[in-house]
Nanobody
């Protein structure tokens, strides 16, 4: 069965960094757009950044210049390097797989597979 397992969340101070990882199994990882979504406390889940199967990226304005997504198809693993973290980055972060044609505008209802989430908390 399909599994997406995130690791790397935690609690940090503003300005610090974290790296999230997501290891996938049970489907053809290289053939999907992969992305990170997040859900702040009391808010809707939103797409943050995606990487198309061809390697192209889409970033939300709120994280441009601070977050970097990457994928290693040989390891079926997705990464998110988060630098210069801000308190407003506090959220549950979810790994997601979706079809390439939905990659540039990632929406919750277009996601095929979800991870269980990992909490990121940024203190001011």
């Amino acid at each position: 069965q399909v599994q997406l397992v995130e690791t790397g969340g935690g609690s940090v101070q503003a300005g610090e960094s974290l790296r999230l990882s997501c290891t996938a199994s049970g489907y053809t990882f290289s053939g999907y757009c992969m992305g990170w979504f997040r859900q702040p406390p009391g808010k809707e889940r939103e797409g943050v950044v995606t990487v198309h199967s061809d390697g192209s990226f889409t970033y939300a304005d709120s994280v441009k210049g601070r977050f970097t997504i990457s994928r290693d198809n040989a390891k079926n693993t997705l990464y998110l390097q988060m630098n210069s973290l801000k308190p407003e980055d506090t959220a549950m972060y979810y790994c997601a797989a979706l079809r390439d044609n939905y990659c540039s505008v990632p929406m919750n209802n277009r996601v095929n597979f979800w991870g269980q989430g990992t909490q990121v908390t940024v203190a001011s």
